[in-house]
């Protein structure tokens, strides 16, 4: 998390409630809100690491013990059969890892059109966004090398090494995200910039310059 006061408490709550016997590791970022103070008694660790998506998840999972990792961003909600969905997904062997459906935290028509979308590319490409609650073996993470600590698209970058590793799971249950990022700079704007970075990722762009890219457009 990273100034998540708002939301960190009704993401832990849910994490708790989906998933009684998991270890909850909060990674800040640097938050100079009330965050930490909300988090503290709503999960087992909080720790600091520098800020970034990437340096923060690998952070959360060196001070993690579980033979699976579960990466929730801090203004996501996770359904109450978290654990049980994971567990089902993970008794096959052939199972690397996977991924939840989404949506988003508004009923209106356009939001629910976008999280219908976001699903169905995921499940078609076998890949998932740090939206979507990625999960993985413990071993197959580490042998992975972790996510790569890139400026933007770590997620995409580290689902494709996944899917190449063994079978992906893309899981029908849906977590919740935030649609602030759509509200603030407008449904359009933000499905064009979102393709955009991530047909020039794909492209060979490199993340420092899709960060600056990302960063200019917002």
């Known amino acids: 998390m990273l100034n998540e006061a708002a939301a960190i408490a009704s993401t832990l709550r849910a994490l708790r409630r989906g998933a009684p016997d998991a ?29 970034g998506r990437a340096h923060q998840m690998n952070a959360g999972a060196r001070e993690s013990h579980g033979g699976a990792l579960v990466f929730v961003h801090a203004d996501t909600l996770v359904p109450s059969t978290f654990a049980a969905d994971i567990a089902s997904a993970l008794s096959d062997p052939a199972v690397v890892g996977g991924r939840f459906d989404v949506k988003l935290d508004s009923s209106a028509i356009p939001y629910r059109i976008i999280g219908a979308m976001i699903s169905l590319r995921s499940r078609i490409s076998r890949t998932g966004t740090g939206d979507q609650a990625i999960f993985v073996r413990r071993d197959v993470f580490d042998r992975l090398g972790g996510f790569p600590e890139l400026e933007l698209c770590e997620d995409l970058e580290f689902a494709r090494r996944l899917k190449r590793s063994g079978r992906v799971a893309c899981l029908r249950a849906r977590v919740t995200t935030s649609a602030r990022r759509w509200n603030r700079d407008g449904v359009l704007r ?18 420092a310059r899709l960060k600056r890219i990302y960063s200019d457009t917002r």
């Open 23 to 51: 270890e909850i590791v909060v990674v800040d970022g640097g938050s100079i809100d009330a965050g930490v103070a909300i988090a503290q008694p709503l999960c087992d660790t909080v720790i600091g690491a520098s800020r």
């Open 190 to 207: 933000t499905i064009v910039r979102m393709w955009l970075i991530r047909a020039m990722y794909l492209m060979g762009v490199a993340p």
